[in-house]
């Protein structure tokens, strides 16, 4: 069972993005999220798909 949640304050701090942001995307559908009571839930495993999907890989790393 996956119990790892995070709010959007979490997520925001986790991608290096805004509150705002994160709202935003959640409601566009682009951050796998859900809603209790009226706030967006994310599942640690979700964010972090998401977060290796759009990191630079090594090869193109820039320096």
Partial sequence: MDTDILTVREVAAYLKIK???AYRLAAEGKIPGFKVGGSWRFR???INTLSNKFS???EHKVI
């Fill in 44 to 46: 640690q495993r979700d």
């Fill in 19 to 21: 509150e705002k942001t």
């Fill in 56 to 58: 630079p890989s090594p």
